[in-house]
T-cell receptor, first 115, second 116 residues
Framework: DAGVIQSPRHEVTEMGQEVTLRCKPI?????LFWYRQTMMRGLELLIY????????DSGMPEDRFSAKMPNASFSTLKIQPSEPRDSAVYFC?????????????FGPGTRLTVL | AQSVAQPEDQVNVAEGNPLTVKCTYS??????LFWYVQYPNRGLQFLLK??????LVKGSYGFEAEFNKSQTSFHLKKPSALVSDSALYFC??????????????FGKGTKLSVKP
């Protein structure tokens, strides 16, 4: 199993630009999570999907952030326009909610730097 | 409220010594508890979990954790620390109610530093 795949691994962009982060969950998993990690705030849940449907986006910082899951094998997190305070590591995780254990499996993350 | 507390920001241990990383939780009902490890520039890796049964759970890399219901704790332990164990460790509890039921609530993380 390839695990959760994220791209790009590193992204450097300038303030005001649009940024799109991508995630491929583990095959067969039907829940997908986007997290953000910073030194100041730790690990924050931004949004999660069940069966491609957004369930809770209360962690999304503001309207500049949006996430989609057009099918079971792909999700995007978009920031438009980006700001320096968005600089962080963004993780995607997936889970098979059909099991009783709710273990989440994380991707390697995308390190975003907004100049 | 459902929450996880990791009271130590950092734990320092000498190689070969036993290590403990502390975690306490607050959740109604039966707790599902997890430990994850994050090595530098990597994603979180699942280490072990407690769902039910034996209070001592064994996981990857020689780690184990002890569930203590009366103290609402789930401390991570290893009998003999390795320098390669140096990493950031996260405790998590499954949310049992509310809109986020089934999701994991993570602690702030504890940085483990093992010195030679």
């Amino acid at each position: 199993d390839a695990g959760v795949i994220q791209s790009p691994r590193h992204e450097v962009t300038e303030m005001g630009q649009e940024v799109t982060l991508r995630c491929k969950p583990i095959s067969g998993h039907n829940s997908l999570f986007w997290y953000r990690q910073t030194m100041m705030r730790g690990l924050e849940l931004l949004i999660y999907f069940n069966n491609n449907v957004p369930i809770d986006d209360s962690g999304m910082p503001e309207d500049r952030f949006s996430a989609k899951m057009p099918n079971a094998s792909f999700s995007t997190l978009k920031i438009q326009p980006s700001e320096p305070r968005d600089s962080a590591v963004y993780f995607c995780a997936s889970r098979d909610s059909g099991t009783s254990t709710d273990t989440q499996y994380f991707g390697p993350g995308t390190r975003l730097t907004v100049l | 409220a459902q929450s996880v507390a990791q009271p130590e920001d950092q734990v320092n241990v000498a190689e070969g010594n036993p290590l403990t990383v502390k975690c306490t939780y607050s959740v109604s009902g039966n707790p599902y508890l997890f430990w994850y490890v994050q090595y530098p520039n990597r994603g979180l890796q699942f280490l072990l979990k407690y769902i039910t049964g034996d209070n001592l759970v064994k996981g990857s890399y020689g780690f184990e954790a002890e569930f203590n219901k009366s103290q609402t704790s789930f401390h991570l332990k290893k009998p003999s620390a390795l320098v390669s164990d140096s990493a950031l460790y996260f405790c998590a509890v499954r949310a049992n109610y509310g809109g986020s039921q089934g999701n994991l609530i993570f602690g702030k993380g504890t940085k483990l530093s093992v010195k030679p």
